[in-house]
């Protein structure tokens, strides 16, 4: 209660500050005095079965089962596509996932004291026209209803709670991500400039009446001058354009880095402005540009759309071959917990499998998959006692570390109605943004766990110096393959046409790598789009 | 002989950098306490530098004037400096609270170490300037007297203060200065005259320092009870709290991390004003629910109606509903109410417990601390009220304590107009507490089968409530504000109110 202190006495504010110094050195102390063992776990995809389609050493199926339609991929645009088959009034198809569990990118691990996710975590607010977004999350009780004005409202505890953002920027933590205290005035002059010239992009149209950038991605203009600039790096836009300030470059070199997991040396212009510009901020009238998240991550987005596939799904299944013949389609899987191989024949299959994959299913992919990037992560989920900092700025959701290497961390139980947590467990991400990627996968996966732990920690020691005392647990998570990754040239590239064209229309691709950019959205209507070619073509036939 | 010399040297060198180090250790401590007590620590730090290095030029003025007996009096001001640098701390804290010229203390005693180290420098430098080349000894001085600065500053952030507080880290110091004036007491007892003396008056100014910082816990505590003005008689810690009980002549106070909780004179008008109302609005009251509170005073004010059957109380510290059913001073205060049959007291987090509640209430009590942080802030919410409202009857009466529409008027129409998102009737009412100043509470009606001017009943023996609600619900315009957001947990706005509102008062 009651800060109900007399203010007459002009002495007592001063008592408030004894009191938090006296509170501060038993809480320093409680840090350094507690001798931890240091729990490290090191996991990530199923890389190693992954690996065997290089050498495919299987053995011959010995059974087969004759379906409908086949959902290869159990990431989102699988799921996704189960949920429109689903709602088309389909029940007879069959997801084949390689892990043993299903949500791809959107999943996520737990511990004792919170779940964590293990990729994707949050979800922009929808763009507004965007109805078949807000029907799914009307659905799933994340949009409650409409208001006066037609707006939808979201539910309060879905939507990431306050304080949602912090940037440790010149030894302080700040409110927002855009580094803002100790700009000089030039500094600030260029981020608003730089502001404002993305809302001319968000606001901005084609002469085909289709915004510049939109979501999902292939809904944006063709207007010419525009897609150039998916020619030209990110860094490269800033030089034409006169941008030269390092906090900006810092700023944008984050964002691109979390949304693409390319910084702005490498990552083409038109996906980082996309970044900023796709996402239309019209979906309220006043939370502009909140997110929706969960302990979990997108995981919980999973887990809503993977009712879908009960009792229609085979985990632990690596699909190593997949071919026409005979007006089926014939796809060969191994049972990893069985040890054997068994067949599919269906009358068409949905790939919602990255093309990387698919290379080694199917025949003459591999030229064009090679223009095809897929950039590294590192995720490390800590167990803490304590996040003592200098007190400049309250925990938030996210947490971003100004010149870090790494994207800083989310509080993963920051959406809890707790007043106190036992533990805190927070996720750190790093992504391998680099010219050469395929050296970082290799990197990734020969350092050992002791190196990876002490980069994690010399990245949060610049906000959190007694972070390593603190510590009790630490899962690190490597992810060879995080996120497709668009370089110049890819997202209006020829490669990217090749991989999306069906075969004789019967095997059909969705993923978020044929979008060019991993995010839930894409994903989300890749499956819906898929189902619907699939079921017009049907129709057509008949 | 050789040899023996370059001991000499090599001891006193040694002890230039031992003075450096405790010097700016003292100048150290002085800053942070300036800056903890008075605040405005640029300020405080600047001129505490300021003052230091002038007063330690004023002693390398002044030492010229010594001439005989060098070595003596440079050891008498070793002890001299450990001893008032040591013991400064412990001064300004005891001082704080009770002197009107606390600055004029703070400065001298700057002053003083300032002007003692600014002595020993030059003197060192005259005791050995024949038996070293000058060249030599101006660079070897130099060197170990700016080695010892850098190691003091390094290690006062980041292990002094953290291990030892500041009480202990001047005090630490102080018997290290004074143990560098004992071994040179023994090591160079030709060179020293009068040495028994000399000794003696070290090692006693070293008991004394040693004394002080075996119960430097007991000066701290006590000095603690001078801060809040009046005499502790009970702290406690809890895993969510410090707990401190005051004493001054009739009145007890409670402070919880040293907010005022209540004051024994006065809280009955807070507590009154709580309940009463909603429980003479309510249309039953046999079951009451009372979140926070866990001091029971709410808890005794409701058990004055007969009517009510049974009380459930939910808050999170155990440690504090343990103490206000055992302890004897505290269950005067609230009647041993928590200890009544009717109660049942639930330790756990309302918010968790509300979701999962599957009981309804005639009444609900809320007596949570302010939203001064955004974990509190959670319990203003929009949600929050909405899980409430789960758990109520239909017309049931649910009061809430709103912080102060004087102080803080922005943070209390916050809460009122989130209330109102929920609530089919919602009012604010304030009382004037004393301790407190006004404060302020918002009452909802979960229906329209009662109303705020109506009284189903009554308890005896009030000594401020008269179930005149129409008294109480009438704001003058310096505690009205306008153009306010509903509290939601993604915009958590009422925090940030509440930090602009009263951040401005202190």
Redesign the interface.
């Known amino acids: 209660m009651k800060n109900g202190e007399n203010y007459s006495k002009s002495r007592r504010s001063f008592v408030k500050g004894i009191g938090a110094s006296l509170l501060l050195i038993p809480f320093l102390q409680f840090c350094s005095d507690k001798i931890i063992q240091l729990l490290l776990r090191l996991s990530g995809t199923n890389h190693l079965l992954g690996h065997r389609l290089w050498v495919k050493d299987f053995p011959k199926p010995t059974s087969q089962i004759h379906i409908p339609y086949l959902i290869v991929g159990g990431g989102i645009s699988g799921l996704s596509a189960a949920r429109q088959f689903h709602k088309k009034g389909i029940s007879d198809f069959l997801v084949l996932e390689l892990e043993g569990h299903l949500g791809g990118n959107s999943s996520n691990g737990e511990n004792q004291y919170s779940k964590f996710p293990l990729g994707a975590h949050y979800l922009p607010l929808p763009n507004f026209k965007d109805k078949e977004l807000l029907q799914f999350l009307e659905e799933e009780k994340i949009i409650l209803g409409y208001d006066q004005k037609g707006f939808p409202v979201f539910d309060e505890l879905q939507l990431s709670f306050a304080p949602d953002e912090r940037l440790f920027y010149k030894n302080n933590w700040q409110d927002g991500v855009v580094p803002k205290e100790g700009n000089s005035k030039n500094e600030d002059l260029e981020f608003q400039r730089f502001f404002k010239l993305m809302d001319t992009f968000r606001e901005g149209k084609g002469n085909d009446g289709k915004y510049l950038f939109d979501i999902p991605l292939h809904l944006s203009s063709e207007d010419i001058a525009t897609r150039n600039l998916d020619k030209i790096t990110m860094k490269e836009w800033f030089e034409t354009n006169n941008f030269t300030r390092e906090p900006l470059f810092n700023y944008i070199d984050y964002c691109c880095k979390d949304d693409f997991g390319l910084g702005i040396h490498y990552v083409s212009a038109w996906a980082g402005i996309h970044y900023f510009a796709g996402r239309k901020q019209d979906a309220s009238s006043d939370k502009k540009e909140s997110v929706l998240t969960w302990p979990e991550g997108n995981a919980r987005l999973a887990s809503h759309l993977k009712k879908y596939t009960d009792q229609k799904t085979l985990k632990n299944h690596l699909v190593y071959e997949v071919e026409v013949e005979n007006n089926k389609v014939v796809a060969k899987a191994f049972d990893d917990v069985k040890k054997v191989s068994v067949e599919i024949i269906a009358d068409k299959v949905i790939m919602a499998t990255p093309q990387f994959v698919n290379q080694y299913l199917i025949k003459d992919r591999k030229e064009f998959t090679k223009e095809f990037h897929y950039t590294p992560w590192l995720l490390a989920t800590l167990t803490v006692t304590d996040l003592a900092d200098n007190f400049s700025f309250p925990l938030s959701w996210d947490n971003v570390i100004y010149d870090a290497k790494g994207l800083g961390y989310v509080y993963d139980q920051h959406q809890s109605l707790n007043q106190i947590q036992a533990r805190k467990v927070i996720t750190y991400y790093y992504s391998f943004s680099s010219s050469d990627l395929k050296k970082s996968r290799k990197e990734l996966y020969k350092k050992n766990k002791e190196y990876w732990k002490q980069f994690v920690f010399d990245d949060l020691k610049i906000a959190h110096p007694d972070i390593e005392d603190c510590t009790g647990q630490m899962e690190v998570f490597l992810l060879g393959h995080g996120m497709v990754s668009p370089a110049p040239d890819f997202i209006f590239g020829e490669a990217k046409k090749q991989a999306s064209k069906n075969i004789e229309h019967k095997i059909f691709f969705a993923h978020t790598d044929l979008s060019g950019i991993s995010i839930f959205e894409e994903a989300f209507h890749h499956g819906i789009n898929v189902v619907n070619q699939i079921l017009d073509e049907t129709t057509l036939d008949s | 002989m050789g040899k023996k010399f370059l001991k000499f040297e090599f001891l006193l060198l040694f002890a230039v950098f031992v003075i450096a180090t405790c010097g700016l250790v003292y100048e150290l401590v002085a800053g942070t306490l300036a800056s903890?007590?008075?605040?405005d620590s640029v300020k405080q730090f600047s001129f505490i530098i300021g003052v230091y290095l002038f007063s330690m030029g004023i002693g390398s003025f002044f030492s010229k004037f010594f001439h005989k007996n060098l070595l003596n009096t440079f050891v008498e001001i070793e002890i001299l400096v450990g001893l008032i640098g040591g013991l400064s701390s412990v001064i300004l804290f005891l001082l704080f609270?009770s002197v009107a010229y606390f600055q004029f203390i703070l400065y001298l005693l700057v002053f003083i170490t300032g002007f003692l180290v600014g002595l020993e420098i030059p003197l060192l430098m005259n005791i050995l300037k024949d038996k070293v080349e000058f060249r030599d000894l101006v660079s070897n001085v130099f060197t170990f007297d700016y080695i010892g600065a850098l190691l003091a500053s390094i290690l006062f952030p980041l292990i002094l203060?953290?291990?030892l507080?500041i009480m202990g880290t001047s005090l630490f110091f102080g018997m290290i200065n004074i143990s560098i004036a004992i071994a040179l007491c023994f090591l160079l007892k030709r060179e020293l005259k009068n040495n028994y003396f000399l000794k003696v008056k070290a090692i006693f100014s070293f008991a004394i320092l040693l004394g002080v910082f075996v119960f430097s816990d007991t000066i701290l505590a006590y000095s603690?009870g001078k801060?809040?003005?009046e005499n502790i008689i009970y702290t406690n810690s809890t895993?969510?709290q410090?707990i401190v009980l005051t004493h001054n002549k009739s009145d007890y106070r409670l402070y919880?991390?040293?907010?005022?909780?209540?004051s024994s004179a006065d809280e009955y008008r807070y507590h009154e004003a709580l309940v009463h109302p909603a429980m003479s609005i309510a249309k039953n009251v046999k079951h009451v629910l009372v979140l926070?509170g866990g001091d029971g005073l709410a808890v005794r004010e409701i058990l004055k109606y007969k009517d009510v059957e049974k009380i459930t109380l939910v808050d999170?510290d155990q440690g504090m509903t343990k103490l206000f059913k055992t302890n004897k001073v505290l269950t005067d205060f609230n009647k041993g109410s928590l200890n009544n049959q009717k109660v049942t007291v639930i330790n756990t987090?309302a918010?968790?417990w509300a979701?999962s509640c599957k009981e309804k209430f005639d009444v609900a009590i809320i007596?949570?601390?302010?939203p001064?942080?955004?974990?509190?802030?959670?319990?203003y919410?929009?949600?929050f009220y909405q899980t409430i409202k789960t758990i109520l009857q239909p017309d049931a009466a649910v009061v809430i304590?709103t912080?102060?529409p004087y102080?803080a008027p922005k943070s209390f129409w916050c809460i009122n107009k989130t209330v109102m998102q929920v609530f089919p009737q919602v009012d604010a009412y304030h009382a004037y507490?004393p301790?407190?100043?006004e404060?302020g509470y918002t009452i909802a009606i979960n229906g329209f089968g009662t109303t705020f001017n109506q009284v189903n009943r009554k308890a005896p023996g009030l000594r401020f409530y008269n179930y005149q609600f129409d008294r109480f619900n009438y704001f003058t315009n310096d505690m009205i504000s306008n153009e306010i957001e509903i509290n939601?947990?993604?915009?958590?706005?009422l925090?940030r109110y509440f930090d602009e509102e009263?951040g401005k008062?202190?």
Request: net charge negative.
């Open positions: 903890y007590l008075l605040g609270e203060v953290p291990k507080g603690e801060l809040y003005g895993p969510y410090r919880l991390n040293n907010n005022l909780q209540f926070g999170l987090d918010y968790i979701k007596d949570f601390p302010d001064s942080n955004y974990s509190l802030g959670k319990l919410s929009l949600n304590q912080t102060s102080f507490v301790s407190f100043g404060w939601r947990l993604d915009n958590q706005i925090v009263w008062l202190q």
